[in-house]
């Protein structure tokens, strides 16, 4: 095959479904390089640990590294422990929280084990930005900032939006886009990915690289993937996300429950299935064959077929599951074999905590043995082998 060929090829299959790729005729020029000097290009993901979940939302822009790796290329997932310290203020009306170390280490210890769900290990690199940022002294952070003017970085909308309404912004938010730009320069990227709302910290990272004598990295943005709510971008903070290492059943229930007119994005993003395949069928239908493409995905045929026939047992026919967790609760029951719901959905595991077990009884979501419980005052009778049910997706069997 001719160069020129191969390089449009390339071109083809990772402009598909992006949002941006700046500029286009660098990155046609570092692939053109690669293949001759056969070098892979180092395409960097930077990763938030702000949660312990990668989602779906993740998995858009895994999925376009992984296209990368499958055409040579050399994956660097920076896993930002030492930026999320700091907090991206990106799309805030305020300043972000810090977290702690605990948190940040809490959260990532599944990290790698998700991420290659959807990578190939043996072509990516792992990296955690504590390794070079913490060493930066003083006077090289101080050489950091002199790269980049305070004029520049209010260009970006939400600092643009706050300075002029008057809220804070702190200088350490300034610091998050500078220490992700050094991340591109300390792992030598070639290309940067990143959602739609990264395009100014991924352009920043052009700017410092050439400031420490780096070729600029090419970037390349997604569209961010609306959650299960139907209206913002999917996010563990606004609980309307789908794990990606979730249960094949409670997974298979959540993809079943994302808006039909997600579909199409749904099917774009992260599978190989053109929605011109699927538009003609009935909702339902199309919604089943997603959510066993995206359950098989990250857990095997076996476990997508478990998750199907568990969702049309408890969703379709209205039974409960074959399989729950069964819960000793004699020590709650008084001596008429009764007990308050809340203490229940909390033995049982069904509800995190007392305030979220009181908000699922109180907007209906609670039923024992197929009776809906109403009110968090309820004392309830408790037969053994009762079905405790929260939600749409969560059950116990109660025994004595």
Known sequence: ??????????????????????????????????????????????????????????????????????????????????????????????????????????????????????????RTEVRYNSEWLERLTLAQVVGLTARYTVARMLEREDFQRRFREGSPITIMEFLYPLAQAYDSVAVRADVELGGSDQRFNLLIGRDIQVAYGQEPQVILTMPLLIGTDGTFAMSQSRGNYIGVAEEPEEQFGKIMSVPDELMPQYFQLLTDTPWEEVAALHPKEAKKRLAWTLVAWFHGEDKARRGQEHFERVFEEERPPEEMPEVAVGGLLDSAQRANIVDLLVAAKVASSRSEARRLVEGGAVELNGERVTSPRDRVAVRPGAVLRAGRLRFARLIL
């Open 1 to 122: 095959m001719e160069l020129s060929n191969e390089v449009e090829q390339q071109l083809a299959a990772i402009e598909r479904n992006a949002e941006t790729v700046l500029p286009r005729e660098e990155l046609a020029q570092k692939i053109e390089r690669s293949l001759r000097e056969e070098r892979p290009l180092r395409v960097k993901l930077g990763i938030d640990p702000s949660a312990p979940q990668l989602t779906l939302g993740h998995a858009v822009v895994l999925r376009k590294l992984r296209t990368f790796q499958d055409l040579g290329h050399t994956a660097i997932l920076v896993v930002g422990d030492f930026t999320r310290r700091i907090g991206d203020p990106s799309g805030k009306s305020k300043t972000r929280e810090p977290m702690s170390p605990e948190e940040i280490e809490r959260n990532m210890c599944t990290y790698r084990e998700q991420a290659f769900r959807i990578l190939d290990p043996r």
